[in-house]
């Protein structure tokens, strides 16, 4: 039997309150531990920004930044025709199209056509790096250590609270998503926009990820982070960097 001391007091519990009990621990245990990937929240690309600033300024002249306007009245409408889209019609409540056209649409954080939320509109930063309610913190921290003393931080535990490191999945995602995709996860709902509509719908992942007008210009980082996870391309994209404006906005 399981004894108790409570304010100098010898109490007795009983099985069953020893079995709550332990019960209760174990549960606080698990709520220690992070959460799976899929289950961290997003938070929108202002975050990001009020570090990223270069970055963001890139992205924002990139069709995924206006991936979401794409989706109003009467806008691209011979691609939407070509595809058996009707041009005229509003599918910017359509859930079928938020999934690629706006950031975690049906997820913790992510958007709401009941709430909308401007920095969730479009291809955003998370959507390719993953939700960042989590390593988005552990990104401020690093820098502030690594700015202070040259204190480095294993890319690891960036990992661990959800930053994507293997970025193809999550643009097959979208880009490889219809039927008759050699891609071996397609599932509805599939886009319409298909090579079989027309040859630019093609999508090579090698090819567009070094496309700076598709996805961002890359800057120069600091080197707060170090080891694995990395993407297989980050040293060619770091030697040819550009220099960042290391000015940072306040949240």
Known sequence: MTRKFVEGENRVMSPIKCLLVAGLYAAAALA?????????????????????RSQSESWRGTAHAKAFDSLAPNHKAEAKRKAGLDPAKDYRQDAQCLGCHTTGHK????????????????VTCESCHGPGAQYRLMHRKAGDRFERG?????????????????FQERCNACHMNYEGSPWTHAKPPFTPFTPKVEARYGFAFDKAVRDDKAMHAHFRLEGAFVGDPVAPFHAEFQAAAKPADKSRDED
């Open 32 to 52: 220690a531990f992070p959460a799976a990937a899929e289950e961290f929240a997003y938070e929108g690309h202002r975050k990001c920004s009020s570090c990223h």
């Open 150 to 166: 040259g204190k480095t931080t294993g890319r690891e535990q960036l990992a661990e609270l959800g930053q994507e490191f293997a």
């Open 107 to 122: 997820k913790d954080g992510g958007y709401d056509p009941k709430e909308p939320n401007d920095y969730l509109v479009g």
